[in-house]
């Protein structure tokens, strides 16, 4: 893995495991608001790049969570 994704990867686990006592539904939606609201548009490209190759290292809840924001900010 990239050293920035690693990075970014680990962010974006960060976040999830806040949001980890909620039900699942809850806690994606929590951690992609988060994204959306607080990580650059080079974060989320980076990670769009990231999950391309497959996502590796990410938690479930971070996975959904990115897959929603970065590949929707991708097509926007």
Do not use: Y
Request: aromatic share 6%.
């Amino acid at each position: 893995m990239h050293d920035g994704n690693t990075h970014l990867v680990k962010m974006a686990n960060d976040i999830s495991n806040f949001f980890r006592l909620r039900p699942e539904e809850q806690a994606v939606a929590g951690t992609a608001n988060h994204i959306k609201r607080f990580w650059d548009p080079r974060m989320r490209a980076k990670m769009t790049e990231h999950l391309a190759h497959g996502g590796e290292g990410l938690n479930p809840i971070a996975l959904k969570a990115c897959q929603q924001v970065c590949k929707a900010a991708a097509s926007a």
